[in-house]
C-alpha cells in the first residue's frame, strides 16, 4: 500500500496515511496493545498448580511408600478479578495512547510536509533571484564596456550574485533537510530526494473563522 501511495508522487494527505502505515514508534505502539491484551487474557488465568512427589523407604525393609500432592494457591480466587480489572485499565490506557500518539504523528506528518514544500519552493525562488542577479551583472559589465558604469557599479553587482548564489546553496540544504525530516516520520528507507511532493502551499485564508467555529 505505501509502494502504491509513493508511485507518481504524494500529496499531504498521502503522507499522513504512508505515516499511520508505515511509522515504526506507531507500529511498536500497536504491538504494545497485542502485549495488553496478552496481559489481560493473563490476569484471568488461574496460576500454575504445584506437583510434589515423596518417596519413602522404611526403615525396617518393605515396600517403598509414594506420596504424591497437587497445590493450587487459593488466593488466586480473590486476586483475579483486582488483577482482571487493572489489565482492562492498562489495555485501554494502551489503545488511548495509541490514537494520541497517531493523532500527534498524523499532524506532524502534514506539518513537516508542508515545511518541505515551503522549502523547496525558497530553493525555486532563490534560483530565479540568482538567474536575475547573473543578469544585472552582466547589464553592468555592458555599461562598464561602453563607458556608462564604474568598477564599482559591477563589484556591486557581483556581490549581489554572490550572496544569491549562498542563498541558492543555503535554500537547498534546507529542502534537503525537510525532505529527509519527512522521510524519517514516513519510515522511509529510501532516498528522501526520490520524494515527490504535488501538494502547493495553500492560499492563506482571508478572513479567520470566529472562536465559536474553531471550537467546534
Known amino acids: 500500500r505505501v509502494d502504491e501511495l509513493l508511485e507518481g508522487g504524494i500529496t499531504a494527505d498521502n503522507?499522513?496515511?504512508i505515516c499511520l502505515l508505515n511509522n515504526p514508534s506507531l507500529q511498536a505502539a500497536f504491538m504494545d496493545i497485542g502485549v495488553a491484551r496478552a496481559d489481560l487474557v493473563q490476569a484471568g488465568l488461574l496460576s500454575n498448580p504445584s506437583l510434589s512427589a515423596a518417596l519413602r523407604l522404611p526403615s525396617g525393609g518393605g515396600l517403598a511408600n509414594v506420596n504424591v500432592g497437587l497445590a493450587q494457591n487459593i488466593a488466586d480466587l480473590w486476586q483475579i478479578p483486582p488483577r482482571k480489572r487493572a489489565a482492562e485499565r492498562s489495555l485501554d490506557r494502551t489503545i488511548l495512547d495509541l490514537a494520541r500518539r497517531a493523532a500527534s504523528l498524523a499532524a506532524e506528518a502534514?506539518?513537516?510536509y508542508y515545511r518541505a514544500v515551503g522549502a523547496q519552493e525558497r530553493h525555486a525562488i532563490?534560483?530565479?533571484n540568482l538567474g536575475v542577479a547573473k543578469t544585472l551583472l552582466d547589464l553592468?559589465?555592458?555599461r562598464q564596456q561602453a563607458g556608462a558604469a564604474t568598477e564599482l557599479d559591477t563589484n556591486l553587482s557581483r556581490s549581489s550574485v554572490l550572496q544569491a548564489e549562498l542563498a541558492v546553496e543555503s535554500d537547498r540544504l534546507a529542502a534537503a533537510d525537510g525532505r529527509r525530516t519527512l522521510?524519517?516520520?514516513l519510515g522511509l528507507t529510501s532516498n528522501a530526494d526520490s520524494l515527490v511532493l504535488l501538494d502547493p502551499l495553500p492560499e492563506v485564508p482571508s478572513t479567520l473563522p470566529?472562536?465559536?467555529q474553531l471550537v467546534e
Open 110 to 112: 502534514k506539518a513537516a
Open 183 to 185: 522521510a524519517t516520520l
Open 126 to 128: 532563490a534560483q530565479q
Open 15 to 17: 503522507a499522513v496515511q
Open 210 to 212: 470566529d472562536v465559536e
Open 140 to 142: 553592468a559589465q555592458a
